[in-house]
């Protein structure tokens, strides 16, 4: 089993959520997250005062697969979490000892 | 303002419609300190925001309490030397329970209007201190500060007999009283109290803009009320400031956001928020001598110049957190001292500035109030700052000011950690 993480631009949750569920792909988490990488960040100004602000919002995206499946849920984020501009995010791909579902306690593949 | 027992344009004998708009007009302005607090609380840190809205709570608090008992007769009671009301001949207000039936409003209706004014001048200096400050000593501040400061100041411009209000001074709603007023002292207590930690390096950006356009709303509702309500009649005079105060205020919110876009390059809802107070705070005085043009003209000025002004504290050093100085004392100068150019004897005030031939005697005058009161507000906050800095301290230890006051004064956070629910269990029913 494969865990894949994204990290993506905010506005992009819907197209790659939309073309993950088109993939038949059955689970996801989202969370929150906030940072920077070469995007760096932006400037905010308040009542004149300039400030630089480095941890831009982000979603982070969690896929729990079957080894088979990783690249493909890799290829659909990039490819609908991708708007050409700087700061749209990374997909990695880290191997999984064990799943089980709370509910019934199953194991490994049939868990996902 | 107008006096009391001043005749209305309209009413001559007790009337209900001119006590029934002042009862109106003072429930809207005490609700602008509760608009108050959502204006300062949503510039603050969110570690913060609970403490800055009850600096603006409590000075309800104590300051209604004061006002019944020796507030009001301090400020509009027996004179004493043209200084300030004898605060022990009225003490309780038990002698305005009944009204003369030739008054033009109950005398309550006046007792109840003042008390809003006291309570959000005391609230107002609050936005210099943000983030550092020991309640209890900001408890104590505002109990002193009313009594010494405030009373006596409302007295010189207001009671017939106060030195500036012979003086032929125009302040109708307070530019001098409750703005020039609390942004000296705003300046004075933050000179005490002195820089938070991390000031000028720390990201210190308001933590929820929406909360500070609510508050903004909620003050331009109520001071519709602080301004046509000093009338103190349901009149013609009440009419036109109302307008004025409107026009100016508009014209304030686009002359701000005009210099923001020129020189920051974008128009923000903090710049338009900010405008509209510093057009509220401009035409406070103004709005009863100038014509409603008159109003868009000082409005656009006020605007402009207060969002100058806020720059002024990174350049002088001094850290008022929520520009108390920029907004309230540039913007109650700006207004109180453009009388002296913009009034029009059309207007119900009846006093010509030097723009329509008036000479210079009205701006003369204006000035004197003006900097009488800056002058005095100034040397007394400071007095009553530092006593209260040496006695029981004025700012908390740093690290409640690193943890965030709210906790550490209040025992409470405004927002969970994390937003899924509880963060701890239920411990005591």
């Known amino acids: 089993m494969k865990l894949v993480t994204a990290v993506i631009q905010p506005h992009r949750l819907e197209d790659v959520k939309n073309a993950l569920q088109g993939a038949g792909i059955r689970g996801l988490t989202v969370s929150e997250a906030s940072g920077y990488g070469r995007q760096k960040g932006h400037t905010e100004v308040y009542r004149g005062a300039e400030y630089v602000v480095d941890l831009v919002p982000k979603l982070r995206l969690e896929v729990l697969v079957a080894d088979e499946d990783a690249e493909t849920v890799t290829d659909v984020i990039v490819r609908t979490a991708s708007t050409g501009s700087i700061g749209d995010g990374k997909v990695w791909t880290v191997p999984v000892e064990d799943v089980v579902r709370v509910r019934t306690g199953e194991h490994g593949t049939d868990a996902v | ?429």
């Not at chain 2, 300030?84 to 305005?96: A, T």
């Open chain 2, 1 to 429: 303002m107008v006096q009391a027992d001043a005749t209305s344009d309209i009413a001559a004998a007790l009337s209900a419609g001119n006590t029934a708009w002042i009862l109106t007009a003072s429930a809207l302005v005490l609700l602008m300190t509760p608009g108050l607090a959502f204006f300062y609380g949503g510039m603050v840190r969110g570690k913060t925001v609970l403490n800055m809205m009850m600096m603006s709570f409590i000075s309800m608090g104590v300051v209604g309490v004061i006002w019944v008992l020796w507030g009001f007769p301090m400020a509009f009671g027996t004179d004493v030397g043209g200084f300030m009301g004898n605060p022990f001949d009225g003490f309780g207000l038990g002698n305005m329970m009944t009204t003369d039936g030739s008054a033009p409003l109950t005398n309550m209706a006046f007792v109840a209007f003042q008390a809003t004014f006291a309570i959000i001048t005391v609230a107002l200096i609050s936005g210099a201190i943000a983030d550092r400050t020991k309640f209890g000593a900001w408890v104590a501040f505002t109990g002193i500060w009313i009594t010494l400061v405030y009373f006596p100041v409302a007295h010189w411009v207001w009671a017939a007999e106060g030195w500036i209000y012979r003086l032929g001074a125009i302040d109708f709603a307070g530019g001098t009283v409750v703005h020039i007023n609390a942004g000296i002292a705003g300046l004075a207590l933050a000179l005490v109290i002195g820089k938070r930690k991390g000031w000028g390096k720390d990201p210190m950006r308001p933590h929820n803009l929406p909360f500070v356009m609510l508050g903004a709303g909620l003050l331009w509702f109520g001071w519709f009320g602080f301004n046509a309500g000093s009338a103190l009649a349901a009149d013609n005079t009440a009419s036109v400031v109302w307008v004025n105060t409107m026009a100016a205020t508009c014209a304030a919110m686009l002359g701000w956001l005009i210099t923001e876009k020129i020189r920051d390059g974008k128009a923000t809802s903090l710049g338009a928020a900010s405008g509209v107070v510093a057009g509220l705070v401009a035409i406070t005085p103004a709005c009863s001598s100038v014509s409603p043009v008159g109003a868009v003209v000082l409005g656009l000025v006020a605007g402009v110049v207060c969002a100058l002004a806020v720059g002024l504290k990174w350049k002088l050093g001094f850290d008022d957190s929520l520009d108390v100085v920029g907004v309230h004392l540039v913007g109650g100068l700006t207004g109180t001292l453009l009388i002296g150019l913009l009034a029009t004897s059309a207007a119900p005030a009846g006093v010509d500035g030097l723009f329509y031939g008036g000479g210079l005697r009205q701006l003369g005058i204006q000035a004197a109030a003006a900097f009488a009161v800056l002058g005095y507000s100034l040397v007394l906050t400071l007095i009553i700052g530092f006593a209260i800095r040496l006695t029981r301290g004025f700012r908390v230890p740093d690290e409640v000011e690193s943890t965030g006051v709210d906790l550490a004064i209040h025992g409470e956070t405004a927002y969970e950690a994390l937003g899924t629910g509880r963060v701890a269990q239920e411990v005591k029913a």
